[in-house]
C-alpha cells in the first residue's frame, strides 16, 4: 500500500501517510451482495430477478450489459472474418498473377 499523494510506503494499520499526511486512500467498497440476497431486506431472492419478491427492492445486476458486448464481440468477429476473406482473395489474386506469367 502505498500513499496517493506522495507513493511512500504505508503500514497496513496507517490511516494517514506517515510522509505528507495525505489520508491513506479508502478502498473501493465491494459491490453489494447483489446475488441472491435482497440488499433491503436481506431475503433470498433468484439470481434472474429484478426486484425482491419479499420488499420489491430493485435487485442491483451484476453485468448490466452483457448483450451489447456480446454483439460487439459479434461485429468484430464478422470485421475480422471479412478482413480474412479480403485478404484471402487478394493473396489468392496475387498468385494467381504470379503463377500465369
Ligand atoms: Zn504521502
Ligand atoms: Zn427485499
Redesign the pocket.
Known sequence: MKCANCHAELGPADQFCGSCGHPRAIAAPPLPANRGV?P????K?QSDERF?G????ALPTASPQPAREKITNAIWTLIAVALLIYFGILAIGFFITIFSW
Open positions: 435482497c433491503n431486506c436481506g431475503a431472492c425482491c419479499e420488499c420489491g427492492q
